[in-house]
């Protein structure tokens, strides 16, 4: 049923992607899109029994975006469904509403009630102040793919800055892979069945305030978040054969700020989280500085470097920002294909745990994306965060198709 | 205080005796600067303006490409900042959605921010790189973003007949930092003060790139626009056209609607 579901949902975004010029001309709707076939291939045969045997998996997602906005403006809304299909793991094939709001806009007033994604944050390695939405970690475990949170959101805008106020009703558990999967845990994660510290579960509700704004050649982001920690800790169920996701409850503030001078980017992220028995600190900071033009080409290239510490104990969720050093080099072309190449290397300063990471990327024709990746792990002991992982090398390549 | 004037007036004139040239006529610094101010002022009190824009992207095969795109301008009345303006990306489809905002400085670095619709980011980017290719055009940041009229400055070459029109041909100087080029060459016609069109001479000094201004329209009786740019890049042979749309000024927009934080609310 779910599969017939989800096959349902990817056949509808393509036939609505060819359906969008005649719909779109005469009316305030704006509609786009994309379908994407991803293939993977894996260097090593997987780490834990169950775990499909094959070292290739084919997926392939879709995602429609449907916008409206009102003949005067002040009015918009947005809906976008994501989904993905895929040939091994069950829990991957999944549907996801991204996005699903209505929003007012008045004088330097905005209010938004429904479903959205809001990022926050300026560095790259890995995004410590960014929480109002839960990860979608089956989609990539990089954390940068998000579910659509329930919300009610009003930003006001001030010649001092932008205040964002956040009401969170509903609470996304975070999603893991199934036992065919890749990218696992050594047992299976029972994500949808997770145990709360709060005894309202997943409709606790969260609030966030934020304020944001730049001074000269200083952004600056500052929130405080009370609610449910997106980052689940994972206990081993009554039985021992499984994983129970618990979400604790957590006051957190967090900190963003970029120096943007010359060539340079400066920046640092950095929160305090006070949990149901500790509180600590971590944060990230480090620099993005570009060549522009190099050897009078059309070419940048941007070397960044960042450091990530956290101070969190054995007790909470795991990290495995605690103490590593994040080195890459980001080559853009500038061409009219808007090809560039992404490399780093996270390497923990301690237990040399390192984690390496190629993304490139080039658009063919007017509506045809390519991206490669390919991602490795080495240095992983059994006793460290990465080693579930340690055999899931891959190289990727997704061809996406924009309507 | 009659008297200072006939005395100046006297002085003057005897200057002007000795230097057989009229003593009203400027040095060709100020002539230039007088010509791209009569220009630049021509196009005061716009206020705000929005236009939809197609770029047309050529290599030297002649194979195009194309990207869409709205341009939203705020003009700030006071000369010595610089207007703020706000680029939305319609297609290529990938990248619908990414905006750039610009507030434009004089000779200071401009402030930049760009949003990344997938990850729903907005981006504090470094505008140093003034020369680099805008979007893979042969249009650079700096050529979108350097219209302010200080930001140059001014060398009366000549005058001569541009089409139907006389021009003005006026050299100016880039003052800011980290400008691809050590002058430009402008022609400004004497009937309406619009740039009909541009030499880039890069910075070994050889000619680098031509754009030529056509199709201009006037709006509100007023203001002119150009509603197709050709850019042409004399080395490479690549091009870049910009297409214009019809113009929509005072549109209602504020200051309001050029902060970072209305990135993330422009679709």
Same mark, same amino acid.
Not at chain 1, 138 to 153: A, F, S, T, Y
Not at chain 1, 256 to 278: C, P
Not at chain 2, 223 to 241: G, I
């Given at each position: 049923?779910?599969?017939?579901?989800?096959?349902?949902?990817?056949?509808?975004?393509?036939?609505?992607?060819?359906?969008?010029?005649?719909?779109?001309? +005469?009316?305030?709707?704006?509609?786009?899109?994309?379908?994407?076939?991803?293939?993977?291939?894996?260097?090593?045969?997987?780490?834990?029994?169950?775990?499909?045997?094959?070292?290739?998996?084919?997926?392939?997602?879709?995602?429609?975006?449907?916008?409206?906005?009102?003949?005067?403006?002040?009015?918009?809304?947005?809906?976008?469904?994501?989904?993905?299909?895929?040939?091994?793991?069950?829990?991957?094939?999944?549907?996801?509403?991204?996005?699903?709001?209505?929003?007012?806009?008045?004088?330097?007033?905005?209010?938004?009630?429904?479903?959205?994604?809001?990022?926050?944050?300026?560095?790259?390695?890995?995004?410590?102040?960014?929480?109002?939405?839960?990860?979608?970690?089956?989609?990539?475990?990089?954390?940068?793919?998000?579910?659509?949170?329930?919300?009610?959101?009003?930003?006001?805008?001030?010649?001092?800055?932008?205040?964002?106020?956040?009401?969170?009703?509903?609470?996304?558990?975070?999603?893991?892979?199934?036992?065919?999967?890749?990218?696992?845990?050594?047992?299976?994660?029972?994500?949808?069945?997770?145990?709360?510290?709060?005894?309202?579960?997943?409709?606790?509700?969260?609030?966030?305030?934020?304020?944001?704004?730049?001074?000269?050649?200083?952004?600056?982001?500052?929130?405080?978040?009370?609610?449910?920690?997106?980052?689940?800790?994972?206990?081993?169920?009554?039985?021992?054969?499984?994983?129970?996701?618990?979400?604790?409850?957590?006051?957190?503030?967090?900190?963003?700020?970029?120096?943007?001078?010359?060539?340079?980017?400066?920046?640092?992220?950095?929160?305090?989280?006070?949990?149901?028995?500790?509180?600590?600190?971590?944060?990230?900071?480090?620099?993005?500085?570009?060549?522009?033009?190099?050897?009078?080409?059309?070419?940048?290239?941007?070397?960044?470097?960042?450091?990530?510490?956290?101070?969190?104990?054995?007790?909470?969720?795991?990290?495995?920002?605690?103490?590593?050093?994040?080195?890459?080099?980001?080559?853009?072309?500038?061409?009219?294909?808007?090809?560039?190449?992404?490399?780093?290397?996270?390497? +923990?300063?301690?237990?040399?745990?390192?984690?390496?990471?190629?993304?490139?990327?080039?658009?063919?024709?007017?509506?045809?994306?390519?991206?490669?990746?390919?991602?490795?792990?080495?240095?992983?002991?059994?006793?460290?965060?990465?080693?579930?992982?340690?055999?899931?090398?891959?190289?990727?390549?997704?061809?996406?198709?924009?309507? | 205080?009659?008297?200072?004037?006939?005395?100046?007036?006297?002085?003057?004139?005897?200057?002007?005796?000795?230097?057989?040239?009229?003593?009203?006529?400027?040095?060709?610094?100020?002539?230039?600067?007088?010509?791209?101010?009569?220009? @630049?002022?021509? @196009?005061?009190?716009?206020?705000?303006?929005?236009?939809? #824009?197609?770029?047309?992207?050529?290599?030297?095969?002649?194979?195009?490409?194309?990207?869409?795109?709205?341009?939203?301008? /705020?003009?700030?009345?006071?000369?010595?900042?610089?207007?703020?303006? /706000?680029? /939305?990306?319609?297609?290529?489809?990938?990248?619908?959605?990414?905006?750039?905002?610009?507030?434009? %400085?004089?000779?200071?670095? @401009?402030?930049?921010?760009?949003? /990344?619709?997938?990850?729903?980011?907005?981006?504090?980017?470094?505008?140093?790189?003034?020369?680099?290719?805008?979007?893979?055009?042969?249009?650079?940041?700096?050529?979108?973003?350097?219209?302010?009229? !200080?930001?140059?400055?001014?060398?009366?070459?000549?005058?001569?007949?541009?089409?139907?029109?006389?021009?003005?041909?006026?050299?100016?100087?880039?003052?800011?930092? !980290?400008?691809?080029?050590?002058?430009?060459?402008?022609?400004?016609?004497?009937?309406?003060?619009?740039?009909?069109?541009?030499?880039?001479?890069?910075?070994?000094?050889?000619?680098?790139?031509?754009?030529?201004?056509?199709?201009?329209?006037?709006?509100?009786? %007023?203001?002119?626009?150009?509603?197709?740019?050709? #850019?042409?890049?004399?080395?490479?042979? %690549?091009?870049?056209?910009?297409?214009?749309?019809?113009?929509?000024?005072?549109?209602?927009?504020?200051?309001?609607?050029?902060? %970072?934080?209305?990135?993330?609310?422009?679709?």
């Amino acid at each position: 049923m779910r599969h017939l579901l989800i096959l349902g949902v990817l056949f509808f975004c393509i036939i609505a992607g060819n359906a969008e010029q005649t719909i779109a001309d +005469d009316s305030e709707w704006d509609l786009s899109g994309n379908v994407s076939i991803k293939a993977r291939g894996f260097s090593q045969d997987a780490l834990w029994p169950e775990q499909n045997t094959s070292d290739a998996e084919v997926s392939v997602s879709g995602e429609w975006e449907a916008r409206w906005r009102s003949e005067e403006g002040d009015q918009r809304a947005s809906f976008i469904p994501f989904v993905r299909w895929d040939e091994n793991d069950d829990e991957r094939s999944h549907i996801d509403l991204r996005e699903a709001y209505w929003a007012y806009e008045g004088d330097g007033v905005e209010l938004l009630v429904g479903v959205n994604k809001v990022f926050w944050g300026v560095t790259e390695s890995v995004h410590l102040v960014d929480i109002i939405n839960q990860t979608d970690l089956v989609e990539d475990i990089d954390q940068e793919d998000k579910l659509g949170q329930p919300m009610v959101n009003l930003a006001v805008q001030k010649d001092w800055g932008l205040i964002n106020l956040y009401v969170l009703p509903y609470f996304r558990e975070r999603t893991f892979p199934g036992l065919d999967g890749r990218f696992r845990e050594p047992l299976r994660v029972d994500w949808d069945d997770a145990e709360y510290e709060s005894g309202a579960k997943d409709k606790h509700v969260d609030l966030a305030l934020r304020y944001s704004h730049y001074f000269g050649d200083v952004d600056v982001g500052l929130y405080y978040f009370r609610g449910t920690s997106r980052e689940p800790r994972l206990q081993l169920s009554a039985d021992g054969r499984e994983f129970k996701p618990f979400y604790d409850q957590i006051d957190q503030v967090g900190l963003d700020l970029q120096y943007t001078r010359d060539a340079w980017l400066w920046k640092l992220e950095a929160i305090v989280r006070d949990g149901s028995d500790e509180s600590f600190a971590a944060s990230v900071a480090g620099f993005e500085y570009t060549f522009y033009q190099v050897y009078e080409s059309d070419a940048d290239i941007g070397i960044l470097m960042e450091y990530q510490y956290d101070e969190r104990s054995s007790k909470k969720p795991l990290t495995i920002a605690d103490n590593d050093v994040f080195m890459g080099a980001r080559w853009s072309l500038n061409d009219i294909q808007d090809t560039a190449v992404l490399a780093g290397v996270v390497v +923990d300063k301690k237990t040399s745990e390192t984690f390496f990471n190629l993304e490139a990327e080039r658009r063919f024709g007017d509506n045809t994306f390519l991206e490669l990746r390919v991602r490795a792990i080495t240095n992983a002991e059994s006793d460290e965060p990465l080693y579930s992982f340690s055999r899931d090398d891959y190289i990727q390549l997704q061809i996406s198709r924009y309507f | 205080m009659k008297h200072l004037k006939i005395l100046g007036a006297t002085l003057l004139s005897m200057a002007a005796f000795l230097n057989s040239s009229p003593v009203w006529s400027e040095t060709p610094e100020e002539k230039g600067f007088a010509v791209a101010a009569r220009s @630049d002022r021509s @196009d005061r009190g716009f206020g705000d303006s929005k236009a939809e #824009m197609t770029m047309v992207l050529r290599n030297a095969a002649g194979q195009e490409s194309s990207r869409t795109m709205q341009f939203t301008t /705020l003009e700030m009345s006071d000369e010595s900042v610089g207007d703020k303006s /706000l680029v /939305l990306f319609s297609t290529p489809r990938d990248i619908e959605g990414t905006a750039l905002l610009s507030h434009a %400085k004089i000779l200071d670095p @401009d402030d930049q921010w760009l949003y /990344l619709p997938a990850l729903k980011r907005v981006k504090r980017i470094s505008s140093r790189n003034k020369s680099g290719p805008f979007v893979g055009s042969e249009f650079a940041f700096e050529d979108f973003t350097a219209s302010e009229l !200080n930001k140059f400055s001014y060398k009366y070459l000549r005058e001569e007949p541009c089409g139907d029109l006389s021009c003005d041909v006026v050299e100016r100087f880039p003052r800011y930092e !980290n400008s691809g080029y050590t002058r430009q060459i402008s022609w400004v016609d004497t009937t309406d003060y619009q740039i009909r069109k541009i030499e880039f001479y890069d910075r070994r000094g050889s000619l680098l790139k031509e754009l030529i201004f056509e199709d201009y329209r006037k709006y509100a009786d %007023k203001y002119w626009r150009a509603h197709r740019l050709v #850019m042409k890049n004399v080395q490479t042979n %690549k091009s870049t056209d910009l297409v214009y749309g019809e113009y929509k000024f005072n549109v209602g927009l504020t200051d309001k609607d050029f902060v %970072k934080g209305r990135l993330s609310r422009l679709r």
